[in-house]
Structure formats: structure tokens, C-alpha cells
């Protein structure tokens, strides 16, 4: 089955995996943040926690959503950055047609980020009493890379600006460098 086409030559996807507490909701952000006007972000969260009010189960409708925000995104123009936990099992058709159907560039992203480490980051995060520790390791999957030849995986050690500049390399998405072009830096709820 070919995938629908979606976007433009011009346009960039780029999707941050990870586990809940790896640091892609913070790299997304400031990767929208340093490209300025005319990148979306889409979040998973959002979408399927908020909008849907959804839990991410098999057959659930988070995906299908997921999919048609980034579409209508990219065949308005804009750059997207989206963001999840989007596991493999339940994310991998929606995201493989993604890339299959983008006329532009596309970067799939996995932060590969071990259970102790996101347990220690989600105790500095704002939502740290929404979830707890044993909730966290319940929806931990070790390493749930796609396997794509071109997937960039990035280890634990990576900060924030070192992961936020190689995907932004890697993918072709343009930073701007006058800070008056810039989004404002404020935290999203």
C-alpha cells in the first residue's frame, strides 16, 4: 500500500521518540523555539491525553489524530516537529507512512535514555506528582528503536543543546540567530 503524499520538497518532519522523562518534550520545544514562525510542534500528550482524553491502548484513536495534524501541518507549509512516546507496536504503521508519504525531509529520533535515568529526570519536571515512579516503569520499553537504516539514535549523555543542534543538522531544519525572530521561551502548561 503506498502512503498518501503529504507536504512539500520544502518541507521538514522531524519526530522525538522516547520514553516518558528522556528530554524529547524539552528538545521539541526548543527545536520550534530556534526555527521560529512556520514550524508546528505536535505532541502526543496533548493530543491523545487532552484532546481524545484517550488511553494509549492498541486501537485507539491517538494515532490516527497524530498522523492527520502532522499532514495538515506539513501540506500548509509548515515545518513539524512532533513529539511521544509513540511506541513501536502501537505507532509504527502511522509513522512509517508518515516518512513513506513526506515529499520533503524527514528525521525520526529516538532518545535511548535507561529506566534510572528518566526516573531521576521526572523528579525535576513540573509534572513530577501527575505519575509515579512504578506508573513510569510500567510504560518503559527498553530501546524501542524503529530500526530504520537512517533513525538517529541518541544516548542519555546527550544534552539538551547538543541533541537540539544534530537534529536540527541532521534534518535540514533551518535555526534562525536573531533572537528577535525567535518565539518567546515560555514554558508551555
Known amino acids: 500500500m503506498l502512503a498518501e503524499l503529504t507536504g512539500s ?3 521538514v518532519l522531524v519526530c522525538v521518540r522516547g520514553n516518558s522523562g528522556s528530554g524529547k518534550s524539552s528538545i521539541a520545544r526548543e527545536l520550534r ?12 500528550d496533548y493530543l491523545r491525553r ?5 488511553r494509549d491502548r492498541p486501537g485507539g484513536a491517538a494515532p490516527a489524530l497524530i498522523g492527520q495534524t502532522v499532514r495538515f501541518a506539513l501540506d500548509h ?26 515529499r520533503g525531509r524527514s528525521l525520526f529520533c529516538y532518545l535511548d535514555v535507561s529506566l534510572a535515568e ?12 501527575e505519575f509515579t515512579a512504578e506508573q513510569m516503569s510500567g510504560w518503559y520499553v527498553a530501546r524501542d528503536v ?3 537504516p537512517d533513525e538517529l539514535v541518541l544516548p542519555e549523555t546527550t544534552g539538551l543543546d547538543e541533541a537540539v543542534e544534530a537534529i536540527a543538522t541532521a534534518a535540514g531544519l533551518p535555526q534562525i540567530g536573531r533572537d528577535d525572530d525567535l518565539l518567546p521561551n515560555v514554558p508551555l502548561p
Open 9 to 11: 520538497p520544502d518541507t
Open 33 to 44: 523555539r530556534r526555527h521560529g514562525r512556520g514550524c508546528a510542534l505536535v505532541e502526543q
Open 50 to 54: 487532552i484532546v481524545l482524553r484517550e
Open 77 to 102: 507549509g509548515y515545518h513539524v516537529v512532533v513529539e511521544g512516546i509513540m511506541h513501536s507496536s502501537r505507532y509504527r504503521s502511522m509513522l512509517t507512512s508518515l516518512r513513506d508519504g513526506h
Open 118 to 129: 528518566t526516573l531521576r529526570r521526572h523528579l525535576t519536571r513540573p509534572q513530577a506528582t
Open 146 to 148: 524503529l530500526g530504520w
